[in-house]
């Protein structure tokens, strides 16, 4: 809205909230099925911090807004890159310190 992110459509919504509840995708508005006022993350913020984030609240595309405006996406699948294994062994060193 006016470049300001109000929802975000995922292939979740798309299974969930059209083809299960049996509405017709050629006529159901994005606005009646998006996922409303989505989490966000800063891009200052890191790739760890996205995905905990993504984990802790269970969703699997978070996008990425400065000032308001959306500017990127960060999603579960980015998760498969090498950088994960870092992240993980990352997160297990955390833990033990705890």
Do not use: K, S, W, Y
């Not at 979740?12 to 017709?24: C, I």
């Not at 998006?34 to 996205?50: I, N, Q, S, W």
């Not at 609240?57 to 870092?86: K, Y």
């Amino acid at each position: 809205d006016h470049g300001v992110l109000v929802g975000i459509f995922t292939e979740r919504d798309a299974v969930f909230r059209v083809m299960a509840a049996g509405r017709d995708p050629l006529t159901t508005r994005l606005c009646d099925v998006m996922t409303p006022a989505p989490m966000t993350v800063d891009p200052e913020r890191t790739f760890g911090h996205a995905l905990q984030q993504m984990h802790a609240h269970g969703v699997r595309h978070m996008p990425v807004v400065e000032n308001g405006r959306p500017v990127g996406i960060v999603t579960a699948r980015d998760a498969l890159d090498p950088e994960l294994e870092e992240f993980v062994a990352e997160a297990r060193r955390r833990e033990a310190i705890r």
